[in-house]
């Protein structure tokens, strides 16, 4: 039940009975009140910690739970946050953060001259895709200001879309074996170092070292599907380093 008071509140808005969730770590609730002043939280208290009529609008929640907004983590919302900008499905849920451009599809950097294909025109027709550099897109979001906040990634490498253009998977490779295989990637990365402190040849190293993941990978795990993974990655790799390939080999690839 909310009520208005008539006396003179400190505070905007006041939670009573409410069951907390800091969100620190602990999954232990605690039972308590909850003063807010614009956006911010300004009292979080025990039960009667508050005075009565403390707050211009004061809601009892009767055991509701309140907790820190949740994160959605992988959304397609790169269009949305701009459209509709209440985002009222996500924050009826408790969610205030969006984390868009999954899958390799975003919203940029990139535009298109006809409809874009699947998995593309997921966001919409080419009449959405107006940002060619991501810096567009941003300041976009920043001046529409979306009722969440928005996390947002670049589409993957190697999109077919885009006629297979985009980096060169090494740091995409970096961050997936980090995870799943740390000890190759820390053997490889060893090789990595020497290789362009040796040569200064930054290419040459990354080349060397994504040809022995699937070594190491071999030589400290029995997982099939790891190594299926680390070999396809490593060819993908090197198949994108097929112009350095060439420059080494005619002695006119940079060093650093």
Request: neutral net charge; aromatic residues 6%.
């Amino acid at each position: 039940m909310t009520t208005e008071t008539a006396s003179a509140p400190k505070y905007d808005h006041v939670l009573r009975d409410a069951v907390i969730y800091d969100g620190g770590g602990d999954a232990k609730a605690t039972a308590g009140e909850i003063a807010i002043n614009g956006e911010r939280i300004v009292h979080v208290g025990g039960p009667k910690s508050l005075p009565p009529g403390a707050g211009k609008i004061e809601t009892n929640l009767r055991g509701r739970a309140v907790a820190p907004g949740f994160i959605d983590a992988h959304t397609h919302d790169d269009r949305i946050v701009l459209d509709a900008p209440d985002m009222l499905p996500k924050i009826s849920q408790g969610v205030t953060t969006v984390v868009a451009g999954n899958c390799g599809v975003s919203l940029a950097p990139v535009t298109f001259a006809s409809e874009p294909p699947p998995p593309m025109n997921l966001l919409g027709n080419r009449n959405v895709y107006e940002f060619p550099t991501f810096a567009a897109y941003a300041r976009a979001i920043r001046e529409t200001v979306p009722g969440v906040n928005v996390a947002a990634l670049v589409g993957h490498i190697f999109p077919v879309w885009l006629g297979f253009r985009g980096g060169k998977g090494v740091a995409t490779g970096v961050g997936i074996f980090l995870v799943l295989a740390p000890v190759a990637l820390l053997c490889a990365g060893v090789v990595f170092v020497a290789i362009v402190a040796l040569t200064r040849y930054v290419s040459l190293g990354s080349i060397v070292a994504a040809i022995l993941i699937p070594v190491f990978v071999w030589l400290l795990s029995d997982l099939r599907p790891l190594l299926i993974a680390a070999t396809v990655g490593a060819a993908l790799i090197v198949f994108a380093h097929r112009g350095n390939i060439q420059r080494l080999a005619s002695h006119t690839e940079s060093r650093i």
